[in-house]
């Protein structure tokens, strides 16, 4: 058993990892941003809908159409700030919240060894410093999500009625800053549903609620952008060709996320980077008896100890592998974009997740009654210890490519 001084010990070294981690990746931002943000046609309508806001009072188009082809929440934000400037800085916060609240749910899922790795995993993640690059909606949704993520946790966990509050609001943010909010919430609700014997049966009624409100912004935004602003977009885009596609794209996405896996090795054998989804999502499957971490304080009876820290990376697994489903589906269906770097930058908000289902799978692995010897120890930390070196290499590589990107021009009368 730990002595009286070790959870406090662990608790420090857990708050130094997160607090160092966070500052190297803000650095690493501040380094890529620092001549500013960059743009691609997507920002260039944002930005218009953003000005035209200001100016008159409503969301409209390069054009002079209405705005409808992406939820309002966005370009509100950044009508708000009314900068590049503010944005930058707005971009900087949705990254150093994303990696806290990350942080703070592996360290109830993980062991307290595993948790000290997350943050830095997180830290030096080049989807996410690539997201925060751009004047894209995707950075924020990381926050959003995040936020989402573990308060819905927390109040599964604790079942205080605050938790159920913010994963509400927050949840009913998701869909009206990014479509695939729908996405993730379906996956929840899934997720969810399968693990429902975990659920007191007081809980039903406020899961259930808490569902329904989720998603009541975004189904009105989409009446109104579908029904009155424009014409439907979905409609069958590329057949399944584009299907088994997007897979692939899918499967090498994560593969590089995991590995030093070269941008040019995509168009090889598809099949392979197909199967290699689906494998790598069997290898991340969670079993209920793996390792977790600390008890959430507000849990003091042991009587009721929760089922949540050994069920709830199910409820990740399912949320994350049906988002991407529904991405890929998306491509195939509708006018989602599609390919290797539009899959890396909408699937960025899984990254979070996916490390997280890694490193509970790393340690459950390590701490095998095989592997419990010295020599153990010392793998584990070689293994880490090359990972985090390759994505280090790999982030401040991009840092610089990002850095040389020309910036993008903005003002709020834009």
């Given amino acids: 058993m730990l002595s009286a001084t070790g959870p406090a010990r662990v608790r420090r070294w857990f708050e130094w990892s997160v607090g160092l981690a966070v500052l190297a990746q803000l650095a690493l931002f501040a380094w890529a941003t620092a001549p500013g943000l960059a743009g691609t046609a997507d920002s260039g309508f944002y930005l218009h809908a953003a000005g035209t806001l200001r100016t008159a009072g409503h969301l409209l188009n390069p054009d002079g159409s209405t705005y409808r082809y992406w939820p309002p929440l966005y370009p509100v934000l950044v009508a708000l700030g009314g900068s590049l ?127 329904a409100l989720s998603v009541l912004g975004g189904i009105a935004w989409h009446v109104y952008a579908l029904l009155i602003a424009a014409p439907t977009v979905y409609r069958l885009n590329r057949g399944w060709a584009q299907f088994f596609s997007s897979t692939a794209d899918y499967g090498f996405v994560l593969s590089r996320w995991l590995a030093p896996v070269r941008a040019a090795w995509r168009p090889e054998v598809p099949i392979i980077w197909a199967l290699a989804l689906v494998g790598l999502l069997a290898w991340l499957w969670p079993k209920s008896s793996g390792p977790v971490g ?49 899959a890396e930058r909408y699937v960025s908000v899984l990254f979070g997740p996916v490390i997280l289902l890694v490193l509970r799978r790393m340690g459950r692995w390590f701490e095998a009654p095989s592997l419990r010897r010295r020599w153990g120890f010392g793998l584990a930390v070689a293994v880490v210890g090359v990972w985090l070196a390759y994505a280090a290499g790999r982030s401040i590589s991009n840092a610089a490519a990002l850095r040389q990107l020309p910036p993008l021009g903005w003002t709020s009368a834009h």
């Fill in 85 to 211: 400037g503010t944005l930058r800085l707005l971009h900087g916060l949705a990254l150093g919240l994303s990696l806290l609240a990350w942080s703070q749910l592996g360290r109830r899922l993980l062991p307290a060894g595993w948790a000290l790795v997350l943050p830095w995993a997180l830290a030096l993640s080049t989807p996410w410093l690539v997201v925060s690059k751009f004047v894209w909606g995707e950075v924020v949704f990381l926050a959003l999500v995040a936020g989402y993520v573990l308060a819905l946790f927390r109040w599964l966990h604790t079942r205080q009625r605050q938790w159920w509050g913010l994963a509400t609001a927050l949840g009913f943010l998701l869909p009206l800053h990014r479509t695939p909010g729908f996405f993730l919430l379906a996956g929840v609700a899934l997720g969810l549903l399968l693990e429902w014997k975990s659920l007191l049966r007081k809980q039903w009624l406020p899961l259930a609620g808490h569902l």
């Fill in 294 to 342: 600390a008890e959430a304080p507000e849990m003091k009876a042991p009587i009721e100890a929760s089922p949540w820290p050994k069920r709830f990376p199910r409820v990740l697994w399912v949320s994350s592998s049906f988002f991407i489903l529904l991405l890929i589906i998306a491509t195939t269906f509708t006018r989602s974009a599609s390919g290797l770097y539009d």
